[in-house]
């Protein structure tokens, strides 16, 4: 089992940045793939960026968070981040972190979430 506990989330005006951490624990192996996504009011689920656990290396980031968002890894705090610089109202979500333990299989680990909300 693995477990994942979002932190960081909150209200801020557009332009402005917020870290969102992913705490980790429990049997998570190198190979695990770790993302974060975002749902929006009426919308569906959105992967926003992935990163190995393993390597630290990210794997995969959407186009709208491109070159304004990045994704890493901690390894003191055995976490994973979600920089989030130039902030949009469009960014507007809630945030979750989610694990799969390796590229083809589902993700089924999920964090609870966090709330960002970005105004204009």
């Known amino acids: 089992q693995v477990q994942l506990v979002e932190s960081g989330g909150g209200l801020v005006q557009a332009g402005e940045s917020l870290r969102l951490s992913c705490a980790v624990s429990g049997r998570i192996r190198s190979s695990y793939i770790m993302g974060w996504f975002r749902q929006a009011p009426g919308k569906e689920l959105e992967s926003v960026a992935t990163?190995?656990?393993?390597?630290?290396?990210?794997?995969d980031s959407a186009d709208s968070v491109k070159g304004r968002f990045t994704i890493g890894r901690d390894n003191a705090e055995n976490t994973v981040y979600l920089q989030m610089n130039s902030l949009k109202p469009e960014d507007t979500a809630v945030y979750y972190c989610a694990a799969r333990s390796t590229t083809v299989t589902p993700y089924n680990y999920w964090g609870q979430g966090t709330q960002v909300t970005v105004s204009s």
């Open positions: 990163i190995s656990w393993g390597s630290g290396i990210s794997t």
